[in-house]
């Protein structure tokens, strides 16, 4: 949604906005359409605007700015167009308090009459301006800026992390947190606060996590932390072991091809979990059903899991969109294990039905970002292993997550040549990629589709939906994913001459039917892409176009290799429609808000 750091520089002639800027500057995947920052020397100052940050910081030169402390914030708007007066820091009347937020004020409308009624004015339509006139108003009644943010949070509803400066208290930054995510991060020479750990890996590694509720003061000195009740709560320091590398370009045009080309890697550390996901299995004890909860791509990583599962293991699997689970979870009990899939392990819609689950059932979490919500909120957690991922779109975590599924479910079902299996993945993926530029060409044959239809089954219906997924997000090219088999009560009635068909047909069970299903578009006058073995006659004879694919590829390890090909393909689409893969128009990485 929107990124936020801080950060207090023990030397005071030392200069905070460089660093600030950078540090924003890595969460630009969690907002994109304005950038602000607020620093202090004596005197307040804030720099802001609507823009992209290259552009704004063209304009403004968010780096130059004085003092030795301050906080900033990407946007990607929620309440308020995009604008200079709706970006954050958003401030109190007299300009003394600034404050940067993510999340969602729920009852802002019902705050901001009340502060009205009583002759405050406002300036911006966001929510987040009644953070700092509460503030203001409390530290006039006499408290000091922790407890003034403290009486403020009793007040607000929804999701924020917070980060507040005020002119007058000044070196200290005040923090806290509630369903959103924050982090802490200490070094020899400074104390950071961000929104996610990529902002701040380039200048601190010891990480701590403030809870829901507590309230976080950072003075050149110290991080104090302070629970509910006021009490210094001692917290844990965590060491993030990603590199500052791990979230660059390294050359590449943008992250998301740099991330796809990880994936080989990714699976490989993955792997790495085997010993880590036996010792979950061997506590679970008893588990009759299992129900996976995702949203997006991890949902169709936990679709492929139900088909493992129930194949494999035998063990009754369901899956549920977490923004459907509180109106279709009715039937949890304490022998039902409720497996959350997520990447960032900050989504809202997740971490709500987590919640819910904790009361009934065993949990699980299967989640990308170290310290999580959903890592610390779970009863047993299998940390993916493929590093930060920076593009909105999801890819390298995508395999990651289906690696540790593949893993759960082969060791659940004693499948030991599975997990055997697994370790050839990454090669299959590494020829994948070598190829690449059989998708370049496809994409310059196939940019100019309005819609395009992915056709998969079983194991490969997943894949299908992921990648019609892939398409639409980042290319705005209408993809629609389907089980292969599912066309013909409905859909065929769309396939029309000319319209683009990517066919899913690695070799095992599905094929042969798979194929039909070729032969039916391909008469309607699709343009079929299919994407299969290497050694497929029939399929090179029948389709005008493949993709191939090691012929070893079995069926079952299908998904974790045939969705590569189908990333390149949205993203060269996209490269040829001119838009930036990177930065999706109306998506954040991070979706905390419900
Ligand atoms: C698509 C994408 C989203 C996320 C979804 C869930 O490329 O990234 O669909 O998969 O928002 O996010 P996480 O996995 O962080 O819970």
């Avoid at 590494?430 to 819609?451: C, F, H, Q, T, W």
């Avoid at 079983?458 to 090219?477: C, F, H, Q, R």
């Avoid at 047909?505 to 073995?533: C, Q, W």
């Avoid at 070893?552 to 930036?580: C, H, M, R, W």
Wanted: aromatic share 8%; net charge negative; hydrophobic share 40%.
């Amino acid at each position: 949604m929107c990124g936020i750091v801080g950060c207090i520089l023990k030397d005071d002639d030392k200069k905070v906005a460089p660093i600030l800027f950078d540090c924003i500057s890595k969460l630009e995947y969690r907002g994109y359409d304005s950038i602000g920052l607020a620093t202090y020397d004596g005197n307040m100052h804030i720099k802001k605007d609507k823009g992209k940050i290259e552009e704004v910081n063209n304009k403004l030169d968010l780096a130059d700015m004085p003092g030795n402390y301050g906080i900033a914030h990407v946007r990607w708007a929620t309440h308020g167009d995009p604008s200079k007066l709706n970006a954050h820091p958003q401030l109190d009347e007299e300009n003394t308090i600034a404050v940067v937020h993510n999340g969602i004020i729920e009852n802002n409308s019902e705050i901001k009459a009340n502060l009205i009624a009583e002759g405050h004015i406002f300036k911006s339509d966001t929510d987040t301006e009644v953070i700092p006139h509460l503030i203001q108003k409390y530290m006039d009644e006499g408290l000091d800026l922790e407890h003034a943010l403290r009486k403020t949070i009793d007040i607000l509803q929804g999701a924020y992390a917070i980060a507040a400066v005020s002119s007058n208290e000044p070196d200290k930054i005040v923090a806290t947190r509630k369903d959103s995510p924050l982090i802490i991060g200490i070094s020899d020479d400074a104390y950071y606060l961000a929104s996610d750990s990529p902002a701040i890996l380039k200048y601190a590694n010891d990480i701590i996590y403030p809870e829901k509720g507590e309230i976080v003061i950072l003075d050149k000195n110290d991080v104090v932390v302070h629970d509910e009740f006021d009490n210094i709560v001692h917290k844990e320091i965590d060491t993030i072991n990603w590199t500052p590398e791990m979230a660059e370009k390294e050359g590449y045009d943008h992250f998301m091809i740099k991330e796809i080309n990880e994936q080989g890697t990714a699976v490989r550390n993955t792997l790495t979990q085997k010993d880590n996901i036996q010792s979950i299995i061997d506590d679970l004890g008893h588990v009759s059903r299992i129900c996976f909860v995702a949203c997006g791509t991890s949902y169709h990583a936990s679709l492929t899991g139900k088909y493992l599962l129930e194949s494999l293991a035998g063990i009754s699997t369901d899956v549920i969109l977490a923004s459907e689970f509180k109106y279709s979870a009715k039937t949890l009990d304490e022998n039902t294990l409720v497996v959350f899939i997520s990447q960032s392990g900050e989504t809202a819609d997740s971490l709500k039905a987590l919640d819910i689950a904790n009361e009934t059932s065993k949990t699980l979490g299967i989640v990308n970002v170290v310290g999580s919500s959903i890592t610390r909120r779970a009863q047993y957690v299998i940390q993916t292993q493929a590093g930060p991922e920076i593009g909105v779109a999801a890819t390298k975590t995508y395999v990651s997550q289906l690696t540790a599924i593949y893993l759960f479910a082969a060791l659940m079902a004693k499948n030991y040549d599975l997990v055997d299996e697994l370790d050839k993945v990454p090669d299959y993926i590494d020829e994948v990629l070598e190829n690449v530029g059989s998708i370049k060409s496809m994409s310059k044959r196939y940019n100019y589709a309005k819609d395009f239809f992915y056709l998969g089954r079983g194991y490969s219906y997943p894949t299908a939906l992921e990648g019609a997924l892939k398409l639409k997000e980042i290319s705005y090219i209408h993809g629609e994913g389907y089980a292969a088999g599912e066309l013909k009560h409905g859909p065929l009635a769309l396939i029309d001459e000319g319209i683009p068909v990517v066919i899913v047909i690695p070799p095992g069970d599905s094929h042969r039917k798979t194929m039909s299903n070729l032969e039916e578009v391909k008469s309607r006058g699709a343009r079929v892409l299919a994407f299969g073995a290497d050694d497929d006659e029939e399929l090179f004879n029948k389709a005008p176009e493949v993709f191939p694919i090691n012929r070893n590829v079995s069926e079952i390890i299908a998904p974790l290799v045939y969705i590569v090909p189908l990333q390149l393909l949205s993203y060269y689409i996209t490269l040829e429609k001119g838009f930036d893969p990177d930065k999706p128009r109306n998506l954040a990485k991070c979706v905390t808000v419900e």
